[in-house]
């Protein structure tokens, strides 16, 4: 992958390094490493320099960043991407469900990461897979892929700074009594096992997850899920915990009289670009299979988009995210 920014210098940047100025703008420690090592890859005003050059206003600084290789554990597969936004810098991608993030060993070849490197591949383009919102392998919905090291730093920074918004749509069965409200439970490794996950009020980490009933249909309830922390499994075993664990949940719920897989749709994330700081949106619709829980008779959805809150919406650029 090869990516190439531009930065015109302020006046209020001015006499600061090259590296300082990165910095300034969330390059990290080891992005500036990585570009020191890349011939040509800053240059101020069309000519190479240095990290510790210094910045005068004015002045354009050109940064190079290139990837020759690409992730030697992730083999290219023909799968089709569902792509709801690229640009330069990274990827949106709505995931269905029954898809891993990563190869492992018994889904070496049907990851998102392989279907990433079948799409650059067919580009002649080198790419490292970096997802940044990882779901679970049967939650569906929206992810972010960044498409070089700068951009995925980034990301990664903004996720534990919790300056990514999202929004996710479950469904249990009954009606949630309260309708809305906030579980505030800490998460820890379920004693014997690996993958499990459970309340652990004494060594556990922190989970905040914010949720109201959206709509109430075939006994089901649909419920909005906003995440503070990111934690395995977070939405799964806080919805347990209140009482109304989420269908279809082959490891905590294992209620599958209406749909296969856990009932989890990752439907909405809110961010500012990495590199440009524009505020971004993108909204995913609800799946065919959690639509058929609600309205199991119904060729779509029977309400009117304006109406309806898991209507498919296009994807936006510039909301406004206060």
Not at 16 to 32: M, Q
Not at 59 to 79: A, F, G, Q, Y
Not at 178 to 198: C, D, F
Request: charged fraction near 20%; glycine fraction near 6%; charge should be positive.
């Amino acid at each position: 992958m090869e990516r190439i920014l531009t930065y015109q210098v302020s006046l209020c940047d001015e006499g600061l390094s090259v590296a300082r100025f990165l910095k300034n703008r969330r390059y990290s420690s080891g992005n500036i490493a990585d570009l020191k090592k890349m011939d040509g890859s800053i240059l101020i005003n069309g000519t190479p320099a240095y990290m510790v050059a210094r910045l005068r206003a004015g002045d354009l600084l050109t940064v190079h960043i290139r990837e020759l290789v690409s992730s030697p554990k992730i083999p290219p597969s023909p799968i089709p991407l569902n792509i709801v936004y690229e640009d330069g810098d990274l990827l949106v991608v709505n995931k269905p469900a029954d898809m891993p993030i990563h190869p492992s060993m018994h889904n070496y070849t049907n990851s998102l990461g392989n279907a990433a490197a079948w799409y650059f591949a067919q580009q002649n383009c080198p790419f490292v897979f970096r997802c940044i919102n990882r779901l679970d392998h049967n939650t569906s919905g929206l992810t972010v892929v960044a498409k070089h090291p700068v951009s995925g730093s980034i990301l990664s920074s903004m996720v534990k700074n919790r300056e990514i918004q999202r929004e996710y749509l479950g469904i249990v069965r009954g009606t949630v009594t309260p309708p809305s409200g906030t579980v505030t439970a800490p998460l820890g490794r379920k004693p014997g096992s690996i993958i499990e996950r459970t309340i652990d009020f004494e060594n556990g980490e922190s989970a905040v997850t914010h949720y109201h009933v959206v709509a109430e249909q075939n006994g089901h309830s649909l419920i909005s899920l906003r995440l503070e922390t990111g934690r395995t499994h977070q939405i799964r075993i806080h919805m347990k915990y209140l009482g109304f664990p989420l269908i279809g949940d082959s490891l905590y719920n294992p209620d599958m009289e209406w749909i296969g897989r856990q009932a989890l749709h990752s439907r909405r994330l809110r961010f500012c670009h990495p590199i440009t700081g524009e505020a971004m949106e993108f909204t995913a619709p609800l799946p065919e299979d959690m639509r058929r829980v609600l309205f199991p008779h119904a060729p779509s959805c029977p309400l009117p988009p304006a109406s309806c809150p898991y209507a498919a919406n296009p994807a936006a650029k510039g909301m406004d995210l206060s």
